[in-house]
């Protein structure tokens, strides 16, 4: 039972246009939500987050969106890097149950020069 | 402040045999926490752990699986009796607080059963 989803394996962006990475849940318990981003051959690296109260976190050129009632959420990084490149994963919680982390399946970005 | 540090970084072990893969949480940090991410999948969670204690082992198989995580030393995956379907990456997170998400993940080992 997948109840973090990323439909897209992987995702081809020019650099310097927008990436949009996209992640369904199937879970409304869920109160905090988080991106990673992970190079190969190292662990995940915290990248943004945003609690169910909200429906928008900036940080950067990293912005991460949230919309509770269609249970999505999205990670625009815009300008697109090549040093973006890497896979990304979606991931819950839900903090007052056991607090661990449901992650997704990960998107590959390959950001081109 | 050295990462979470993850040992061996590649394993290599027959069916049937023992393996065992280590973390040390990074300094201050007493919640350690193990994922397994099997080929073309995401993270799943196995077992958080704080000192001395076993919290949530929901997602560790039955048998074979065990973890500890001593009031001295690392913490210590253990997987008896490997199977192919053992080859995975593992990774480990540790942090401060319950929070899990607060935690900080190691670069993880790749277990390979051959």
């Known amino acids: 039972d997948q109840q973090v989803k990323q439909n897209s394996p992987s995702l081809s962006v020019q650099e310097g246009r927008i990436s949009i990475l996209n992640c369904d849940y199937t879970n409304s318990m869920f109160d905090y939500f988080l991106w990673y981003k992970k190079y190969p051959a190292e662990g995940p690296t915290f990248l943004i987050s945003?609690?169910?109260?909200?429906d928008k976190n900036e940080d950067g050129r990293f912005t991460v969106f949230l919309n509770k009632s269609a249970k999505h959420l999205s990670l625009h990084i815009v300008p697109s890097q090549p040093g973006d490149s890497a896979v990304y994963f979606c991931a819950a919680i839900l903090t007052g149950g056991g607090n661990k982390l449901t992650f997704g399946t990960g998107t590959q970005l390959k950001v081109e020069l | 402040n050295a990462g979470v540090m993850q040992n061996p970084r590649h394993l290599v072990r027959r069916r049937g045999q023992e393996a065992r893969l280590r973390c040390s949480p990074m300094?201050?940090?007493?919640?350690v926490y193990w994922y397994r991410q099997l080929p073309e999948e995401g993270l799943k969670f196995m077992v958080y752990?704080?000192?001395?204690?076993?919290?949530?082992e929901s997602g560790m198989p039955k048998e074979r699986f065990s973890a500890e995580f001593p009031k001295e030393g690392p913490s210590i995956l253990r997987i008896q009796q490997v199977v192919r379907g053992d080859s995975a990456a593992y990774f480990c997170a540790s942090s401060p607080t319950q929070r899990e998400s607060e935690a900080f993940f190691g670069q993880g080992t790749r277990l390979t059963v051959v």
């Open positions: 300094k201050g940090h007493s919640h």
């Open positions: 945003i609690s169910s109260i909200k």
């Open positions: 752990l704080q000192k001395e204690n076993i919290i949530d």
